[in-house]
């Protein structure tokens, strides 16, 4: 029994190379980041023991580190209305 061979078409080449996208935090000329850059948030709850962000927040101000948070938490800490919240920005030498 003899089979019929057909041929394959190479798939066209794209037009041009396509870039790698660009991370949404990443600052390019002219264009701020996401989230701005920050070494601490200043953050407090207006309800005791409200949580976002995987921690609870108390009544009274606290510091912690921004980089111990992803930039999809901090932007949820940022809209939060039961949370206030104050960003520390980086001390200039």
Do not use: C, Y
Not at 49 to 77: H, N, Y
Request: hydrophobic residues 50%; neutral net charge; aromatic residues 6%.
């Amino acid at each position: 029994m003899a089979t019929k061979k057909t041929a394959i078409k190479e798939p066209d080449a794209p037009a041009a190379p396509v870039a790698d996208p660009v991370p949404v935090s990443a600052p390019g000329p002219n264009v701020p980041p996401a989230v701005p850059l920050l070494n601490h948030l200043w953050i407090r709850a207006r309800r005791d023991g409200f949580r976002r962000a995987g921690q609870a927040w108390p009544l009274d101000w606290v510091k912690v580190l921004a980089s111990d948070f992803t930039e999809p938490q901090i932007a949820s800490l940022l809209a939060e209305p039961l949370l206030e919240v104050r960003m520390a920005e980086p001390a200039v030498a």
